[in-house]
């Protein structure tokens, strides 16, 4: 299996005890090609040669005046904002410890293109030996924006950017965009959904992230008399989206959990939720608050899970031994940006003396 996901440096991370990641000169050193760091023809004397030096060397010092000597200030302000990432990830020690102090702040200075970059190689590290395709398709979603789509009675999730891409261009790179804005006639262009068939082409499209994820739930019809059956699919996104949260909040916080797709909560007792996306955790405060939810909301809802611990002495003692549940739902434009830190702040742990 090659080495998927190469923009994710992980490769070039240095692991410490206890398995957290240790940012390197070579992982650091990808960040200049971006396009808001790489040079332009219109980059001046300055700004060359401050490209050039921390290309050779990206962990050196760099001085007020070799910054301030850059003449454009967008390129000025974004190698600021590089070099204050760079710093702050020195700092922290980890990616982990810098990520869980950016989330535990109260005004997150970094941007979402660092801290996405951050979170794709902490979970490249927790795929270090999986060969899972669906489970790194899910994983996916811990960092890329998605968009939901429901066809043919299935809920599918398209990579936002490639969809985007396809919108712009019908995949056809600049030609494609001269035919679409000329409104020339463009053959549709179809995702293949991720499935056993073609699971084994995963590893082989490194970031071109164009595999559709099914999240449809497994369908379960009552047969009376307290007897069910299950039709099970082969593979679930939902199922694979939840193996990657379990081994997120155990590399993180220690903790093992076990997280369970639900269609539904039947809980007379219910005390703990947390959305894993903006949408989903006002939904849950508005249903748990029984305030009345809008139709068009609930429709949104992608899927909950059942969240349990391992342990109950994990537990503050006033939910011990209850249920977590979680939720996922699209915005009005049914785009998703999971939230994964959501897990690792508001998981109702017991306190550590």
Request: include cysteine.
């Amino acid at each position: 299996m090659q080495d998927f996901w190469p923009a994710s440096g992980f490769t070039h991370l240095q692991p410490v005890p206890g398995g957290w990641l240790q940012a390197t000169a070579a992982w650091f050193r990808p960040m200049l090609a971006l396009p808001e760091l790489a040079l332009v023809d219109e980059s001046c004397a300055a700004e060359t040669a401050l490209h050039a030096s921390l290309t050779d060397a990206p962990m050196r010092a760099v001085a007020p005046g070799e910054l301030a000597a850059v003449q454009d200030a967008d390129a000025r302000s974004n190698y600021t904002t590089f070099l204050e990432f760079r710093d702050a990830l020195q700092r922290a020690g980890t990616l982990e410890a810098w990520y869980l102090g950016q989330m535990r702040s109260s005004a997150v200075s970094a941007p979402p293109a660092f801290i996405d970059r951050v979170v794709q190689a902490i979970v490249r590290r927790l795929l270090a030996d999986v060969n899972d395709a669906f489970e790194a398709r899910a994983a996916e979603m811990l960092f890329r924006p998605q968009r939901i789509s429901s066809t043919e009675g299935r809920l599918l999730a398209a990579d936002l950017a490639v969809i985007d891409m396809l919108n712009e261009s019908a995949g056809l790179g600049d030609l494609g965009r001269l035919l679409v804005q000329g409104h020339a006639p463009l053959r549709t262009l179809q995702m293949d959904v991720l499935s056993d068939r073609n699971a084994a082409d995963y590893w082989r499209r490194a970031e071109r992230h164009d595999l559709l994820l099914d999240l449809t739930h497994e369908i379960t019809s009552d047969l009376g008399h307290g007897l069910s059956f299950t039709l099970a699919r082969s593979q679930s996104g939902l199922a694979a989206l939840a193996r990657v949260l379990e081994k997120w909040v155990a590399h993180f916080l220690g903790v093992r959990v076990r997280i369970t797709p639900l269609q539904r909560i039947d809980d007379e007792a219910w005390r703990w939720h947390i959305g894993l996306d903006v949408e989903s955790m006002a939904l849950l405060n508005d249903l748990y608050q029984e305030r009345p939810v809008e139709p068009e909301r609930l429709a949104r809802l992608i899927s909950l899970f059942r969240l349990d611990f391992e342990s109950a002495d994990y537990m503050r003692a006033d939910v011990a031994g209850r249920p977590v549940y979680l939720g996922l739902a699209t915005t009005p434009q049914d785009t998703l940006k999971l939230k994964p830190q959501n897990l690792l702040l508001n998981l109702p742990l017991a306190s550590i003396s």
